[in-house]
């Protein structure tokens, strides 16, 4: 096993080709993460099913992505960033252009799966293409790249609802069709990616899984972007149950939680290149910052209070991000991309897993409350990663 201690890294010098490349395969196969949301009652109609069924449309896309963090991984250590980034979204202009034929929900599913290896990949491959500069450089790259697909899920929330009278049901397809096919050019024409070629599978899943770098790393990434999804998908109902808000209010300060990430994934790779040695204090402080901001959500005490709450969640869940991605790549330099995978599976994982088991929490008593309170302890419990993270 390689070790995983590495000397700090250095400022380093950001590369605006790769950056931009990484950043437009982000921007593709983010689209495809909230477009379906907005217009999620009129799909319904459409394909004559329950909201709970359409419900599963972004499940699937979630599943297809965890089983292909560590293949894609490997794929992008075998034949370079570029290439991969290239089938993601391809993947994404191929399944969005089928879903726009009239169909039924199972074979709708299945294609949103495909979707989802094209948003895996995609993810990978964006992460490891914008890394293209050395040092503390990779951590403000990552950090860029992060709060430019984040900010792509935002525009797919905005701009889809508004497509709804020329393009009817059709509109969250044909939008991640039309983004898919005017990045993929643009990505072609980037700088080339190295990938070591032959047929070397690279390190196994278990390895990666028990390197304590890449744990440490993962938990980090899990009360970061794993708990934020989480809470984006019940931050509403909970404010409508215990804040007494319409749908309309709740939605707005929900949407702070994950629409603030613009903000703070690029502030923390920003902040991290500037200060590398208060990596660690920034970290701690964005732990406490989103613990704090689910405490005063579970309180609920009122309007003005629930939106800085909101938030206070989005920044702090976005300042790790970079440091995350940019301490995978150097904890296994050999195979970055399987790093990064490995790495990722934690977030996904909590997501797929924890989204169910917090909304099941409103049918108990506290009505949702005993489900943030999990998700509060959980991300200051995180603090304890810190002491042994090379960072």
């Given at each position: 096993?390689?070790?995983?201690?590495?000397?700090?890294?250095?400022?380093?010098?950001?590369?605006?080709?790769?950056?931009?490349?990484?950043?437009?395969?982000?921007?593709?196969?983010?689209?495809?993460?909230?477009?379906?949301?907005?217009?999620?009652?009129?799909?319904?109609?459409?394909?004559?099913?329950?909201?709970?069924?359409?419900?599963?449309?972004?499940?699937?896309?979630?599943?297809?992505?965890?089983?292909?963090?560590?293949?894609?991984?490997?794929?992008?250590?075998?034949?370079?960033?570029?290439?991969?980034?290239?089938?993601?979204?391809?993947?994404?202009?191929?399944?969005?252009?089928?879903?726009?034929?009239?169909?039924?929900?199972?074979?709708?599913?299945?294609?949103?799966?495909?979707?989802?290896?094209?948003?895996?990949?995609?993810?990978?491959?964006?992460?490891?293409?914008?890394?293209?500069?050395?040092?503390?450089?990779?951590?403000?790259?990552?950090?860029?790249?992060?709060?430019?697909?984040?900010?792509?899920?935002?525009?797919?929330?905005?701009?889809?609802?508004?497509?709804?009278?020329?393009?009817?049901?059709?509109?969250?397809?044909?939008?991640?069709?039309?983004?898919?096919?005017?990045?993929?050019?643009?990505?072609?024409?980037?700088?080339?990616?190295?990938?070591?070629?032959?047929?070397?599978?690279?390190?196994?899943?278990?390895?990666?899984?028990?390197?304590?770098?890449?744990?440490?790393?993962?938990?980090?990434?899990?009360?970061?972007?794993?708990?934020?999804?989480?809470?984006?998908?019940?931050?509403?109902?909970?404010?409508?149950?215990?804040?007494?808000?319409?749908?309309?209010?709740?939605?707005?300060?929900?949407?702070?939680?994950?629409?603030?990430?613009?903000?703070?994934?690029?502030?923390?790779?920003?902040?991290?290149?500037?200060?590398?040695?208060?990596?660690?204090?920034?970290?701690?402080?964005?732990?406490?910052?989103?613990?704090?901001?689910?405490?005063?959500?579970?309180?609920?005490?009122?309007?003005?209070?629930?939106?800085?709450?909101?938030?206070?969640?989005?920044?702090?869940?976005?300042?790790?991000?970079?440091?995350?991605?940019?301490?995978?790549t150097r904890a296994r330099p050999e195979a970055p991309g399987a790093a990064v995978g490995a790495m990722n599976i934690y977030?996904?994982?909590?997501?797929?897993?924890?989204?169910?088991?917090?909304?099941?929490?409103?049918?108990?008593?506290?009505?949702?409350?005993?489900?943030?309170?999990?998700?509060?302890?959980?991300?200051?419990?995180?603090?304890?990663?810190?002491?042994?993270?090379?960072?």
């Amino acid at each position: 096993m390689v070790s995983t201690a590495t000397a700090p890294a250095t400022r380093g010098e950001l590369q605006t080709r790769p950056l931009v490349a990484g950043c437009l395969i982000g921007v593709a196969i983010s689209w495809n993460i909230a477009n379906v949301g907005p217009v999620a009652t009129l799909l319904a109609r459409t394909y004559g099913t329950t909201l709970t069924v359409i419900g599963l449309f972004t499940t699937v896309l979630f599943f297809a992505e965890l089983a292909v963090m560590v293949p894609g991984g490997r794929a992008i250590d075998r034949h370079g960033a570029k290439r991969v980034g290239l089938v993601a979204i391809a993947l994404s202009l191929i399944a969005n252009a089928a879903l726009m034929l009239p169909t039924s929900p199972v074979p709708a599913l299945a294609l949103r799966g495909v979707a989802g290896l094209g948003v895996g990949l995609g993810f990978l491959s964006g992460a490891i293409y914008a890394q293209g500069g050395t040092g503390q450089a990779q951590a403000l790259a990552g950090g860029i790249y992060g709060g430019v697909s984040l900010g792509t899920g935002g525009l797919a929330l905005a701009i889809v609802p508004q497509l709804v009278g020329p393009l009817g049901w059709r509109a969250p397809y044909a939008s991640a069709a039309v983004v898919a096919a005017l990045t993929f050019p643009l990505v072609a024409a980037g700088p080339p990616t190295p990938g070591h070629g032959g047929r070397t599978r690279g390190p196994r899943l278990a390895s990666l899984m028990a390197d304590p770098q890449l744990a440490r790393l993962g938990v980090v990434s899990t009360v970061s972007f794993g708990i934020s999804v989480i809470l984006g998908a019940w931050v509403v109902t909970l404010l409508e149950r215990h804040d007494g808000l319409h749908a309309g209010p709740a939605g707005a300060i929900g949407s702070l939680i994950l629409l603030l990430g613009i903000v703070g994934r690029p502030a923390g790779g920003i902040f991290v290149r500037a200060h590398p040695h208060l990596a660690r204090p920034m970290l701690a402080a964005s732990f406490l910052a989103g613990t704090l901001g689910i405490v005063v959500l579970f309180l609920a005490p009122g309007t003005a209070l629930d939106a800085a709450a909101a938030a206070l969640i989005g920044v702090a869940a976005g300042l790790p991000f970079g440091v995350t991605l940019a301490g995978a790549t150097r904890a296994r330099p050999e195979a970055p991309g399987a790093a990064v995978g490995a790495m990722n599976i934690y977030p996904v994982l909590a997501i797929v897993c924890g989204a169910p088991l917090v909304g099941l929490t409103f049918s108990l008593t506290g009505r949702g409350r005993i489900g943030f309170a999990v998700l509060a302890a959980m991300w200051s419990g995180a603090l304890l990663v810190l002491k042994g993270l090379d960072i």
